[in-house]
């Protein structure tokens, strides 16, 4: 009889699974589809994705805040990350049909071993640099520049670059602000900040001398210090 009952048992908990079970003909096409694409040492990031659209954040994994257009990012079968930003990402489907994304108002143009690129747009206005990824300085008309629906670069130019008729105010600061600090003759010197815009980074390296942060650049007590040769354009971090 006990032998019984435990048949009973263990028959009606493998009905109760096979209930709880996704129906016959499901695919893992239908199941939510997440990566994780992780901003090591505050280094941007590349992630493939197998949506065929942009993604959304569904959970941030990270201390430091993700913003999207700003530190993630997304466009078909990619997603990136920068300056510490990790989390899981989803296909986002609520932004089909018409998805007008950051693909379009930011382009990632990369000289790889310094050979030239070209890189396509749909950019309404001019383009300009966001943020130069690469150690190797992008310089308008010397390592980047731009021709109608496309942006060049060379020399080991390797940067993000936006829509300039696109309205930056959503972000923190996003009006543009933007300080150019030089270290002429390789000699120390301290540029003003403003505070209100927060903690500055490095836009454009516009030197030949690499500028490190810590090493021949840095930000202290409400200025911007440069040594070494280091000549940059900062903007709100």
């Known amino acids: 009889m006990q032998r019984v009952t435990t048949i009973a048992i263990a028959v009606l908990w493998l009905l109760v699974g096979l209930l709880a079970t996704e129906p016959a003909g499901a695919s893992y096409e239908q199941r939510p589809r997440e990566i994780t694409c ?36 997304s466009r078909p079968g990619l997603v990136w990350v920068d300056e510490g930003c990790s989390g899981r990402f989803t296909e986002d489907r609520k932004a089909w049909p018409g998805w007008r994304g950051a693909a379009q108002r930011r382009v990632l143009c990369e000289s790889r071993d310094n050979h030239y690129q070209q890189c396509n747009t749909d950019f309404r206005g001019p383009a300009r640099l966001d943020r130069q990824l690469s150690q190797d300085a992008c310089t308008q008309g010397r390592s980047w520049g731009q021709m109608r629906g496309m942006v060049w670069v060379s020399r080991g130019c390797r940067a993000w670059f936006e829509d300039s008729a696109w309205d930056r105010g959503g972000y923190p600061g996003g009006d543009g602000f933007s300080i150019t600090c030089s270290s002429d003759n390789g000699e120390f010197r301290s540029c003003a900040w403003n505070d209100r815009y927060g903690r500055p980074r490095l836009i454009e390296q516009l030197s030949d001398r690499r500028c490190d942060e ?4 840095g930000y202290r007590n409400g200025s911007i210090w440069v040594n070494n040769g280091c000549r940059g354009r900062f903007g709100p971090g």
């Not at 810590?214 to 650049?217: A, H, N, Q």
């Open 214 to 217: 810590g090493r021949s650049w």
């Open 38 to 73: 992780v901003s090591v040492g505050h280094q941007y990031a590349e992630c493939p994705t197998p949506f065929g659209g942009p993604a959304r954040m569904s959970r941030q994994t990270s201390f430091i805040r993700c913003l999207e257009g700003r530190n993630w990012g």
